[in-house]
């Protein structure tokens, strides 16, 4: 399978702290985007990192990309219990227009 | 905003009837997808499009097809539904190189 896989499938946090998610995945990509999504809803765009770039912010998100280890990490700053929801990370491959999802992490706030 | 919706948000059909999920988006998009999402399984893509008319094989295409007739509509169809078909359904599209928007979601029950 080309999916990724975000690592750890769950995280449990106190509202202040710092979540940290990993993605990993296994051919060369030319961007990664990752999601998140709210309990039975859609997927929401967070944030996009290009092949050529190795960070990018947005708000209290950050995301790392090394291409070397096929990994990328989202950096959520200062949680709060809104940002309960799961997230997850999506490579589009070299060749095509193909979104390869991985399986997500599941995070939770408490208040 | 970008708008993208499917015809129904919950769904109950019985083994074997012809099922319709219709998804419709409002921004001109040229790419749009059909995935389905189970527990501990992420998001596996099941038909994408890339034009009108034009259809391309996903992860999963077995038991379903797709129809794309107009730009903003990307249909999926279910021929004869089976119990493994239960899933929740996302449509989401995309102008090429750029993120993706998803719909709320089709949670399909097939008993």
Not at chain 2, 56 to 71: A, L
Request: charge should be neutral; hydrophobic fraction near 30%; glycine fraction near 6%.
């Amino acid at each position: 399978s080309q999916q990724g896989e975000e690592d750890p499938q769950a995280l449990s946090i106190q509202e202040g702290e710092n979540a940290t998610m990993n993605c990993s995945y296994k051919t060369s990509i030319n961007n990664l985007q990752w999601y998140r999504q709210n309990s039975g809803r859609g997927l929401v765009h967070l944030i996009l990192i290009r092949s050529n770039e190795r960070e990018k912010h947005s708000g209290r998100l950050r995301v790392t990309l090394d291409t070397s280890k096929k990994s990328s990490s989202l950096l959520i700053t200062a949680s709060r219990a809104a940002d309960t929801a799961s997230y997850f990370c999506a490579t589009e491959q070299n060749t095509g227009n193909q979104f390869y999802f991985g399986t997500g992490t599941s995070l939770t706030v408490i208040p | 905003d970008v708008k993208v919706t499917q015809s129904s948000r919950y769904l109950v059909k019985r083994t074997g009837e012809k099922v319709f999920l219709e998804c419709v988006q409002d921004m001109d998009h040229e790419n749009m997808f059909w995935y389905r999402q189970d527990p501990g399984l992420g998001l596996r893509l099941i038909y994408f499009s890339y034009d009108v008319k034009m259809k391309e094989k996903g992860d999963i295409p077995e038991g379903y097809s797709v129809s794309r007739e107009k730009k903003e509509r990307f249909s999926l169809i279910l021929e004869s539904a089976s119990t493994n078909q239960t899933s929740m359904y996302l449509c989401a599209s995309s102008h090429p190189p750029f993120e993706q928007y998803f719909g709320p979601g089709t949670r399909l029950t097939v008993t």
